[in-house]
């Protein structure tokens, strides 16, 4: 299994690509912009893309979305609690944003502990609320895609849409530090990490 990274729009969100090298079946977890970059890469390697994955329904995790979903014509997936976000662009704070406002009706709505398959590869649903309501992270083997909830050195804002302090740090300690040790973060920003960093010397934790 392989997880690489775009830095995706102007807000430089973390898209994933993650693929299976022998069958070259793939998702794209949270297509933030730059859609073009994404559709390269996908088209270069010749992946199969199964599904588009949101970790959650804010504007820049969204923007490259639907050029995605035409070019691809595959599912949209996003947790059950965050579809009416991803439709409405004052919830998901589009219109507040460069990219302008998006809306998107999601294909597949997702609950804790699904299992997304492709390929021979699994992504198991954490969800984990607290940045948004339907906020989730993707557990695939000894890995964790953490979108907005978990940073290195830091966890997400609370104070949006759907938002709860109390909410997140309950995910944060009750879905991902009780992870393996051993475990590596990919956030929605910056660096990854590994949960035994964030145990031990995050200070929000």
């Given amino acids: ?64 979305v639907a050029e995605l979903k035409k070019y691809y014509k595959v599912p949209i997936m996003i947790h059950e609690k965050d579809a009416e976000i991803i439709k409405d662009c004052n919830l998901n704070l589009s219109n507040m944003m460069a990219m302008g406002c998006v809306e998107i009706t999601p294909d597949i709505e997702l609950k804790d502990n699904d299992i997304i398959e492709f390929g ?24 964790v895609i953490s979108g907005d909830t978990l940073f290195k050195g830091s966890i997400g804002r609370s104070d949006l849409y759907g938002g709860d302090h109390e909410v997140l740090l309950n995910s944060i300690k009750s879905k991902l530090l009780t992870l393996p040790e051993d475990t590596k973060v990919f956030p929605g920003h910056g660096a990854p990490t590994f949960i035994k960093f964030e145990k031990y010397n995050n200070p929000f934790l």
């Fill in 120 to 143: 021979e590869l699994k992504a198991i649903v954490l969800h984990t609320p607290g940045h948004t309501k339907g906020g989730i992270s993707l557990k695939l083997n000894n890995n």
């Fill in 1 to 64: 299994m392989n997880i690489h990274k775009i830095a995706a729009g102007i807000y430089a969100v973390n898209c994933y690509v993650v693929y299976s090298e022998s069958t070259k079946s793939a998702i794209v977890v949270d297509p933030g912009g730059d859609s073009d970059d994404i559709i390269k890469f996908i088209d270069e390697n010749n992946l199969d893309l199964n599904y588009i994955v949101l970790t959650h329904g804010h504007g820049d995790h969204i923007g490259g």
